[in-house]
């Protein structure tokens, strides 16, 4: 159980496109989601906490107009990335808060994005 | 949530026990200890928690020092698909009010060798 989807794995899109990330919780119900990116041997960083039903609250530094997230359901938050830049170029993670029992969280998989 | 200090990088032969250490001095007492591990280009995966009492599951065994200023990691018969970053994290449990998000740090990168 406790299973994270993301789709698609991996993305290769031209510079000015917008991308869509997506996050599944695909056996339990997840009101809140998070989303980190993580740099080449660099640890995880958060970018924002995905409620459902409400806006997602971003951390300091991250723009949330550039970095798009709807928590349409209790399976599903997405990311868009949009106007992607080369800079942009990462592996996006996100996870999903179980909320019963334990708390945990549990990761997706990630999804690879190379913007050329 | 509180800080953790975990070494850089450590080795293990194996089939031993391979044990990563982890310092939070800092720890509240409403603050649990988070194990999670990831391996290369995959997202990380939960391993155990706990509170203050020692616990087992079919992954681990994890120590916490009765001062819970510090707890320890036990692979038991480390594998080579064991080879990973290890990230101990502290965090209080069910705080909805705060996103109740998890800071990395930098993490243990564990080589588990022939």
């Known amino acids: 159980g406790a299973v994270v989807s993301q789709h698609p794995s991996w993305v290769i899109c031209k510079s000015g496109t917008s991308v869509k990330i997506e996050c599944r919780s695909l056996d339990f119900q997840a009101t809140t989601m998070f989303w980190y990116r993580q740099f080449p041997k660099q640890s995880l960083m958060l970018m924002a906490t995905s409620n459902e039903g409400s806006k997602a609250t971003y951390e300091q530094g991250v723009e949330k107009d550039k970095f798009l997230i709807n928590h349409a359901s209790l399976t599903l938050s997405t990311l868009t990335v949009t106007s992607a830049h080369p800079e942009d170029s990462s592996f996006y993670i996100c996870s999903a808060r179980l909320t019963s029992g334990t708390d945990t969280q549990y990761f997706g998989p990630g999804t690879r994005l190379t913007v050329l | ?114």
């Not at chain 2, 706990?50 to 692979?75: F, H, P, V, Y």
């Not at chain 2, 930098?106 to 060798?113: E, N, P, S």
């Open chain 2, 1 to 114: 949530d509180a800080k953790t200090t975990q070494p850089t990088s450590m080795d293990c032969a194996e089939g031993r026990a391979a044990n990563l250490p982890c310092n939070h001095s800092t720890i509240s007492g409403n603050e649990y200890v988070y194990w999670y591990r990831q391996i290369h280009s995959q997202g990380p995966q939960y391993i155990i928690h706990g509170l203050k009492n020692n616990e087992t599951n079919e992954m681990a065994s994890l120590i916490i020092t009765e001062d819970r200023k510090s707890s320890t990691l036990i692979l038991p018969h480390a594998t080579l698909r064991d080879t990973a970053v290890y990230y101990c994290i502290v965090r209080v449990a069910r705080q909805v009010s705060s996103g109740d998000k998890i800071i990395f740090g930098k993490g243990t990168r564990l080589h588990i060798l022939p």
